[in-house]
């Protein structure tokens, strides 16, 4: 067992010439990231996921858990918390951002003005926003008719961000100020000279007349937008109970957030944008170490993730990614993508998965001397000889049959901690009994405020002085020779 303040050690057990004998799987340097791979049922969760969890809150991480299936991992990370909160030098805050349950969840702006510095920002939380409601994006990225409505949605939140010291930024309020007609919208855009670059190419659509040209290039980013349009979504994204900034050492936190399989698709989206700016304020030197763990990760999507993994180690930031299968990558990522993916993880625990990813990652193990026996009997003799080759460590038909907890792999070190032998193929030995003992004593995540239906309409339909208003966000908007206010929409 090789520890040290980061590490990851499992309890394992294998089989070498019929004896069976115990061990560890040491991942000593987490922050060279973990992939864990396996087909629904291998046992990713519980074998492996649970324990990255568990054991770095032990060991005084902060933490962001994207929790698929909602709130199966949270509730590990919420009482593992509660027995452990004396090992942080400052105490985290535990916070939970959930579209279902609404009183149990909190509010959170990931359009924050404070964080967003340059129209970078902007264009990174567009395109986040819109490759996750749109997929199938992502592998046409650089086409007109993506990167039309990414600009557009970019220049609506940049807006938004400057006007008022970004009074009005927010994702809700991006929604619905989209929904402008155009000579007003566009008027209004103009105001705000960073953007002019942007607009212009719709502004002179617009102008020419070339409505089919300039429909397509809008009604894209409105159509998809126009799916986060719930009170449920409005209300979780227009508060500002905490910050995306998890491993400030003053302020370090654990933050859950759930989806749901049913509303993937929707909810995916918005979880990316979260994602996309935790990473981005999270990767900074002289913070706390941190601890990102993402839980069926091809259902959401942040550009970004290979870089990530490719400079997050020297700023202690350690990566967790949990995949069924590398097909499901490829289809969600593209092909691209998902290679540097699979290629630049630094530590690899795999259960049981057939075809293609079978096949690279018995490439990935290597090859190893076998010994082989062959026995020629005929009437008069019986030869046996005995002769080595060159063969796959763990060969694709052996991933592919491995049993629900058995699991394959390979460790990365460091200079100070070698690791000889690197490849396993183990069986994670969890004691399901105490587990089970320790789950039935799991406090449940507290309600965090009493919400009803009427206090989530106040919330979506006042504006900062407590006055009613409509459906659409109101903007007031101050010319600059003029003392008068207009009230749009």
């Given amino acids: 067992m090789l520890q040290n303040e980061c590490s990851i050690n499992l309890p394992a057990a294998y089989t070498l010439r019929g004896r069976r004998r115990k061990s560890w799987i040491n991942v000593i340097n987490p922050f060279r990231s973990l992939l864990v791979i396996g087909t629904p049922g291998a046992g990713k969760s519980y074998f492996v996921v649970r ?122 309020h991006v929604i619905e100020l989209m929904q402008l007609d155009y000579p007003h919208l566009f008027k209004l855009l103009r105001g705000e000279p960073e953007i002019e670059v942007l607009i212009n190419p719709f502004e002179s659509a617009f102008r020419n007349e070339a409505m089919e040209q300039l429909e397509g290039q809008v009604a894209s980013a409105k159509i998809g937008m126009a799916r986060l349009s719930s009170p449920q979504l409005y209300y979780v994204l227009s508060g500002n109970d905490f910050t995306l900034d998890i491993n400030n050492p003053q302020e370090p936190k654990i933050v859950c957030t759930g989806n749901n399989p049913q509303k993937q698709q929707i909810y995916g ?114 030869s046996v000889s005995r002769s080595t080759q060159l063969d796959s460590a763990i060969p694709a038909s052996k991933i592919a049959a491995l049993s629900s907890g058995e699991f394959v792999g390979t460790v990365s070190d460091d200079p100070d901690q070698k690791i000889e032998l690197k490849v396993f193929h183990s069986e994670i030995l969890n004691d399901h009994s105490a587990i089970h003992e320790e789950e039935s004593q799991y406090k449940s995540i507290p309600a965090i405020r009493k919400v009803s239906h009427y206090d989530i309409e106040q919330k979506l339909f006042q504006d900062q002085k407590g006055h009613t208003r409509n459906h659409r966000c109101k903007i007031e908007i101050a010319h600059n020779d003029h003392t008068r206010h207009k009230n749009i929409l």
């Fill in 51 to 172: 324990h990255v969890i568990t054991q770095h809150i032990r060991k005084g991480f902060t933490m962001f858990i994207y929790d698929f299936k909602f709130d199966d991992l949270s509730r590990i990370a919420y009482n593992t918390l509660l027995k452990n909160g004396s090992r942080y030098k400052v105490p985290p805050k535990f916070f939970v951002i959930n579209f279902e349950d609404l009183k149990r969840t909190h509010r959170c702006n990931p359009l924050d003005p404070a964080t967003m510095d340059d129209i970078t920002d902007a264009t990174e939380s567009s395109r986040t926003i819109m490759l996750g409601l749109n997929k199938d994006w992502i592998k046409k990225q650089g086409d007109f008719f993506v990167e039309s409505p990414i600009n557009f949605v970019t220049a609506i939140i940049w807006f938004l961000r400057k006007y008022q010291e970004g009074k009005y930024c927010t994702l809700p």
């Fill in 269 to 382: 989206a918005v979880l990316s944008l979260y994602i996309s700016r935790v990473i981005k304020l999270v990767n900074k030197k002289r913070q706390h170490k941190c601890s990102l763990v993402f839980d069926e990760f091809p259902t959401i999507y942040f550009n970004g993730i290979d870089s990530l993994i490719a400079t997050a180690r020297a700023n202690k930031v350690s990566t967790t990614l949990a995949v069924q299968d590398y097909s499901q990558l490829k289809k969600d990522y593209g092909r691209d993508q998902a290679e540097v993916i699979m290629n630049i993880v630094g530590n690899v625990i795999s259960g049981q998965v057939v075809g293609e990813t079978a096949k690279l990652l018995s490439e990935r193990f290597g090859k190893i001397v076998q010994e082989r026996e062959s026995v020629s009997v005929n009437t008069s003799e019986t």
